[in-house]
Nanobody, 121 residues
Framework: VQLVESGGGLVQPGGSLRLSCAASGFTFNIYALAWARQVPGKGLEWVSRIRSDGSTSYTDSVRGRFIVSRDNAKSTVYLEMNSLKREDTAVYYC????????????????RGQGTQVTVSE
């Protein structure tokens, strides 16, 4: 199983980025997928999830600004991030877990290596 994030970088406040997570080694379409982020010295924070049926959820701080989507044909999950704020600066991870339910971020079986997002002037 492999999850590889890409698309991070440096962006000014108010800007946008689109993260991608390419998956391999498992049956992508029956897995729940999530995005989480972490800043130094703090725990992993759940950001968004997209279930195998395509339903989505967001943490309050990003709702209305971020959009999660999945392309089962490409085994890829995306996180479109708009109106970025300095407090969005973190390493962003994608995670995967087999199943149809809703899971805490610590219940996901697989996680990628992360991609750095820095929001700064």
């Amino acid at each position: 199983v492999q999850l590889v994030e890409s698309g991070g970088g440096l962006v000014q406040p108010g800007g946008s980025l689109r993260l991608s997570c390419a998956a391999s080694g498992f049956t992508f379409n029956i897995y729940a997928l999530a995005w989480a982020r972490q800043v130094p010295g703090k725990g992993l924070e759940w950001v968004s999830r997209i279930r195998s049926d395509g339903s989505t959820s967001y943490t309050d701080s990003v709702r209305g600004r971020f959009i999660v989507s999945r392309d089962n044909a490409k085994s890829t999950v995306y996180l479109e991030m708009n109106s970025l704020k300095r407090e969005d600066t973190a390493v962003y991870y994608c995670a995967a877990r087999k199943g149809w339910g809703i899971y805490r971020i610590d219940e996901y079986d697989y996680r990628g290596q992360g991609t750095q997002v820095t929001v700064s002037e």
